[in-house]
């Protein structure tokens, strides 16, 4: 839900003062994903209903945007995207629970978890690009100014066996990843939204890489044709 007008959210950007903005997952950020191996089995995801529901709520870490908080569910997206890119892996889908079960036919569980999220605005001007400002003389070029949105996480995860065995635990860190820049736009927390989806996706994509060698004993996993 969006409290702001168009052009008052652009002005606070800079100046700050509104009410929360609020995104949601939204499969138009995201590449389809080509798997490296099929797995004729079933995963297991554990996620706690705490995880499914857990809602980031802040403001960014730069200057820029201070006045206005992005509320960012990021346990539902991440539901989203990792069923999304272990159903391409994994032929017989992909099964949520909060604990582990011993009546599915699965052969591996995982455990995400997103902690440390943050991200901000970054102003330059560019002195490439130049746009008329009215003056008492007339008007006069000046360098624009320009934003890029960026955001940061990490993506812990833990791997079982159908015996609750630990198979893998490890933290993927995203490092700081810029969004696409802007000069003007009235919705600056979907450049957000949009990184953190498109960042998310290419970090499960390495865990279901790494997952591969846990899988060596299973007799069908196959490359993609």
Do not use: W
Request: with cysteine; net charge negative.
């Amino acid at each position: 839900m969006r409290l702001c007008g168009p052009t008052t959210l652009i002005l606070l950007l800079t100046l700050g003062g509104c009410a929360p903005v609020e995104v949601t997952y939204e499969p138009e950020y995201l590449e389809a994903a080509v798997p490296s191996y099929l797995a004729e089995t079933q995963i297991l995801v554990l996620m706690e209903d705490q995880d499914n529901q857990y809602v980031f709520e802040g403001p960014p870490e730069s200057f820029v945007g201070q006045g206005i908080d992005l509320r960012i569910p990021l346990g539902a997206i991440t539901r989203e995207i990792t069923a999304g890119v272990f159903r391409s892996h994994f032929n017989y889908g992909v099964v949520f629970a909060d604990e582990m079960p011993d009546y599915l036919p699965y052969i591996i569980a995982i455990e995400p978890e997103i902690t440390g999220f943050s991200y901000r605005y970054d102003q330059f001007v560019d002195e490439t690009v130049m746009e008329m400002q009215a003056v008492a003389e007339g008007f006069e070029p000046i360098p624009v100014t320009v934003i890029t949105p960026s955001i940061q996480f990490e993506l812990d995860i833990v791997a079982y066996d159908t015996q609750g065995n630990l198979l893998l635990e490890k933290t993927y860190p995203s490092g700081l990843v810029a969004g696409e820049s802007y000069i003007v736009t009235s919705r600056p927390h979907e450049r957000i939204n949009a990184t953190f989806h498109a960042t998310l996706q290419e970090i499960m994509l390495e865990v279901a890489d790494d997952l591969r060698p846990l899988l060596a004993t299973h007799p069908n996993i196959f490359d993609p044709e």
